[in-house]
Every structure is written in structure tokens, then in C-alpha cells.
């Protein structure tokens, strides 16, 4: 059996034509993936890792708070690459009781407001897991 040769295989097609094609793919991929909340717990893979990533801290609820930075510097380095700012607005999501019905992350200090206040810097913040959280995992 031989290879079919290399010229029979290529496709001529417009740029525009593939970048359009190729784009739309990519975007309806990423957005599938990680901007649309899973249908089985509602959560996004940030949220899970950061939860994920808690209980392996041994941030349950019960045990001391840990600083933020902790949490989001371990979650980071070890689950998900791509940026400390996204990382730590999602857990401070998390722990507002006016984002979510049932926070999932029991928080100690400034994590904004109803009003818009933004929350305090990560280093200045302790969190650890709920009991609903907890029957999550």
C-alpha cells in the first residue's frame, strides 16, 4: 500500500474561508469546555479545581482558615495555568452569599459587596470549605 502523494491530498481553499471556519470551532470548543457551567453540578473546571484543590489542603470546615493565596497559588501551580486574577475572581464568587444561593467557600475577610466593592487582594483573605461543599466532593 503506498502513501497517497502529497499534492492529491492538499486542498485549495480561501484564507479568510479557513480562518472563519477554523475560529468558529476553536471559539464554540473553548466556550463548551470552560466558559458554560457543567450541567451535572453547575460548576465550570475553575470551580472544580479550586474546590478540588481546597479539600486537598485540608480546608474543611472546622479546621483554620488559610490565606487565599494559598489556595490560589497551590490551584495555580498545580491544576490550572492561567492567571491569578481569573483564579481568585471565581473563588471570591464562590464565597459571596449574593453570587451564589449556597456559597461553597466559607471566607474571612473583605469579598466585596452587593454595592460593587471590590474585595481586598488575596493575600488579605482566609478561606476554607463548606458543609455543602463538602457533600459536593
Sequence with gaps: MTAPNARERIVPRLIEDELKESFLDYSMS???????????DGLKPVHRRILYAMNELGLVPGRPYKKSATVVGDVLGKYHPHGDVALYDSLVRMVQSFSLRYPLVDGQGNFGSVDGDPPAAYRYTEARLTRIAMTML
Design 30 to 40: 473553548v466556550i463548551v469546555q470552560r466558559a458554560l457551567p457543567d450541567v451535572r
